[in-house]
């Protein structure tokens, strides 16, 4: 390890190793998270504080050690056996597995359907908050292994849809087991089951509605096979999957198990696997069905409308897994910081790199609340009208504007660690690489844009909600209060004006909606970086780029919240 105390223009052994950073991990990721805790708190999921403890300590340690080889050793296809038989079947490094068999293990699948499962022992308050704690845990995973959060992702949000049909009672109970059981066999035979999604063909992926896929009716109830193509089908060794295809009365939901009951391979082919940017320890394959069996959800022709359950669950988990990857860049970047020094003092002594880190913890900070708030609201939901419309519209909004953000911030994040951060012994290139994806999948950001201005004016109860959410803060901050009309006004224009118009400026309402709403949480929630937010954010004190604030922000303040040593 350097010797930081050493003073550098001393010459020394012109081999040693001075001025490193000592070792990131092992680190506890929960209880060194104060923003993250305060708003698994303030959002009501405080019954799991011991999974969420216990998971924090884990992702920062053998976890993280395992996600360099669950990453670099890119899972396989084997399409055939050595005697010609197809298997379809994606192999993966053993730390995959690991990582796969902890999260679900912890909750990750199931605390959201499940609480009693992974309720702190001596809680004894409501079992709310299931979400906001299965958020948390998400939320700890992506900022180690976001690859893996894919299958985990999917297999969480897939539970309301399954749960419309009885007879797929056993899947349900399977998915949310705690048990990963990656073998290839029949469900019947499993503790455990994953599933993936299957909507996006060639012809098209935002408008789903150009889907080709056939599901012909079979003689059993509720049964069709399916032929056709998806040209995105990630987590393709699921044991199950949701999949849209144009059935008689139009475009359906149905399940498409990998194994039928009887033990034959279901009559899919995986192509080949996707060569991905990043994301790399996460299979995204091209699959055709030729014939596959498949059991429908919900009636003909309103796929679309069962499947959109799902992707509000998993837009909850794009713009968690963008918070997540900004915490973990910020926190690499702090360490470095505190660790290296040049020109004579520490990197966090010196004062314009203290302007990026309190910019960065800032973003950070609303990123993280803003995530948390939505999987408050999912919670609360079914039994609060307001939460629901918030929820509906918002979910758009984050997923457009975190999801947005993340990739600049990694970059800079990056950037704090020199030429370090561009080299793959550390964690910097691999969040990199996977910061572009949340905002491309599950609805790129023109059209979680185009959602937004639908839920607004197609659903009164939806603007009421953002409104409320925005009046209550008023009064709190100056800047706040300064910019609030401006944000208003904006919302009655875009609601007033024709379609084509309304669209084309539909980014810059949702932009401004987005940082309006993360202003008046931080201030609710009493964050010590809601001041600096407000003022940067909504009242000019800040540049385009990061490490532009003004020098009336306090940065001790914004760097002290991030923690760490
Ligand atoms: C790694 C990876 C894994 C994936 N895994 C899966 C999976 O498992 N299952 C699955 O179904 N899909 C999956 N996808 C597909 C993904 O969801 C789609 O790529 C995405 O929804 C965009 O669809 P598209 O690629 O067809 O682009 P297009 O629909 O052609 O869109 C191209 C661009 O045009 C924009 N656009 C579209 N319509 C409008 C409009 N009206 N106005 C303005 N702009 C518009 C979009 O925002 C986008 O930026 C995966 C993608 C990736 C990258």
Not at 443 to 461: H, K, V
Request: overall charge neutral; some cysteine; proline content about 5%.
């Amino acid at each position: 390890m350097s010797d930081p105390s050493l003073p550098l223009d001393v010459p020394a052994d012109p081999f040693g190793v001075r001025n490193q950073p000592p070792e990131f991990a092992p680190r506890d990721l929960w209880s060194g998270d104060a923003a993250l805790r305060e708003a698994v708190a303030r959002e009501g999921g405080e019954g799991f504080d011991a999974t969420l403890s216990a998971y924090g300590r884990l992702v920062g340690d053998a976890l993280y050690a395992a996600s360099w080889d669950a990453h670099r050793d890119r899972p396989r296809l084997r399409t055939h056996d050595r005697f010609g038989h197809r298997i379809d079947r994606v192999e993966f490094h053993p730390a995959y597995h690991q990582v796969m068999s902890e999260a679900i293990a912890h909750g990750m699948v199931g605390l959201s359907w499940a609480p009693h499962a992974w309720k702190t022992p001596e809680w004894t308050g409501p079992l709310t908050g299931g979400h906001v704690a299965r958020a948390a845990l998400c939320f700890l995973h992506h900022q180690v292994e976001p690859g893996s959060g894919c299958s985990l992702t999917m297999t969480h949000a897939a539970v309301p849809a399954l749960r419309r049909v009885p007879s797929l009672r056993e899947w349900v109970e399977k998915a949310v087991s705690g048990a990963y059981d990656p073998r290839d066999v029949p469900i019947a035979e499993k503790s455990g089951v994953t599933l993936g999604m299957g909507m996006t063909e060639r012809q098209g992926g935002s408008d789903v509605r150009s889907n080709a896929t056939v599901a012909a009716p079979l003689a059993g109830e509720g049964e069709y096979a399916l032929t056709g193509h998806k040209w995105f089908f990630s987590a393709p060794m699921c044991d199950g999957f949701l999949v849209l295809a144009q059935a008689p009365g139009g475009l359906t939901c149905l399940l498409m198990p990998r194994r039928l009951p009887d033990g034959e391979k279901n009559a899919f082919r995986l192509m080949r696997l996707k060569d991905k940017l990043g994301d790399w320890s996460n299979a995204s394959s091209e699959v055709e069905f030729d014939g596959a069996r498949a059991y429908r959800i919900g009636e003909e022709g309103r796929g679309v409308a069962v499947i959109i359950e799902m992707v509000m669950l998993t837009r909850l988990d794009c713009m968690l897994g963008s918070a997540a990857q900004m915490r973990m860049a910020l926190i690499q970047a702090m360490h470095h910081a505190r660790h290296r020094h040049a020109f004579g003092r520490v990197l966090i002594d010196q004062p314009l790199m203290r302007n990026v880190l309190a910019d960065l913890a800032i973003e950070s900070e609303a990123a993280t609340a803003f995530a948390m708030r939505i999987a408050g609201a999912v919670d609360r939901a079914a039994r609060d009208r307001h939460e629901s419309a918030f929820a509906r519209a918002a979910t758009a909004i984050g997923k457009y504007w975190i999801c947005k953000r993340a990739p600049a911030f990694v970059n800079e994040a990056q950037e704090c660690l020199g030429g370090a951060g561009y080299v793959e012994d550390s964690i910097l290139p691999r969040l990199y690489r996977q910061a572009p994806l949340n905002s491309i999948w599950e609805g790129s950001g023109n059209i979680q844009c185009l959602d937004t201005l639908r839920a607004l004016q197609r659903e009164p109860q939806a603007v009421a909600a953002l409104r409320a959410e925005l009046e209550v803060a008023r009064g709190l901050n100056s800047a706040f209060d300064t910019a609030l009309p401006a944000v208003l006004v904006r919302l009655d224009e875009a609601l007033a004006a024709d379609a084509e118009r309304a669209q084309s400026g539909a980014r810059r309402l949702v932009e401004r909606l987005a940082l309006a709403l993360q202003a008046s949480l931080l201030l609710r929630a009493q964050s010590p970086l809601a001041d600096a937010f407000c003022r940067s954010r909504l009242g000019g004190q800040h540049g385009v780029g990061y490490g532009t604030l003004t020098d009336n922000i306090d940065f001790a303040t914004c760097l002290a919240r991030v923690g760490g040593e």
